[in-house]
């Protein structure tokens, strides 16, 4: 990835998530990022091929903590514990303001959009992942144990950005573990 398509997708990455897609407009993006307008189109046909770049980063860094975790080892339960202490870190700490998918879809409402098609695809990948952790666990119901956790991951982003003065991520920990029987 060359140092410009880098600087741009990271400076997109950051106002997009801390100030909304449609609220920042490309001249900022680019001017903050210190490239022209030139290089931005070598590198996405418009703003909503950027988008796309921004969320198919959050993605990775996502699909990476569950990967760091599995190569970390240790039992299923272990991992298990572990994704949701990830979730928790990560609505307490790194998405403070929210879903990046769901702030995008909010803003995306078209399902046949090519934004809307990254975060579908997020989810499903996110919810299948879960599936296979909780099955690995031995737990029943393995696909609504997941489809639970993403309910309460929703939640535990959306209610740390609008209720930041309640314990909404220790609430979030509580639940899950309560939903796994630990």
């Known amino acids: 990835m060359s140092e410009a398509r ?7 990455t950051e106002l997009f998530y801390a100030e909304g897609i449609h609220s920042v407009g490309v001249d900022r993006v680019l001017r903050e990022a210190g490239v022209t307008r030139a290089t931005m189109y070598r590198h996405f046909a418009g703003k909503e091929e950027l988008v796309v770049a921004y969320l ?6 996502i699909r990476g903590y569950f990967t ?5 080892g240790g039992t299923p339960d272990e991992l298990l514990d572990a ?3 990830g979730i928790a870190t990560d609505a307490g700490r790194h ?3 929210g879903c990046p998918f769901i702030n995008a879809s909010a803003e995306y409402p078209d399902p046949d959009s090519d934004v809307r098609r990254v975060v579908r695809r997020h989810r499903d990948w ?3 992942t879960l599936t296979d ?5 031995g737990l029943p119901d393995p696909a609504g144990a ?6 309460l991951r929703d939640a535990a982003l959306v209610g740390a950005y609008l209720d930041p003065d309640h314990d909404v991520v220790d609430t979030f920990t509580r639940a899950a573990r309560e939903l796994l029987g630990r």
């Open 95 to 97: 998405h403070t303001r």
């Open 133 to 137: 952790v909780v099955s690995a666990a």
């Open 83 to 85: 994704v949701v202490d």
């Open 126 to 128: 996110f919810r299948a």
């Open 6 to 12: 880098e600087r741009l997708l990271r400076t997109a």
């Open 146 to 151: 997941a489809g639970a956790l993403v309910l």
């Open 56 to 61: 198919d980063v959050e993605d990775a860094t």
């Open 68 to 72: 760091a975790a599995a190569e970390r």
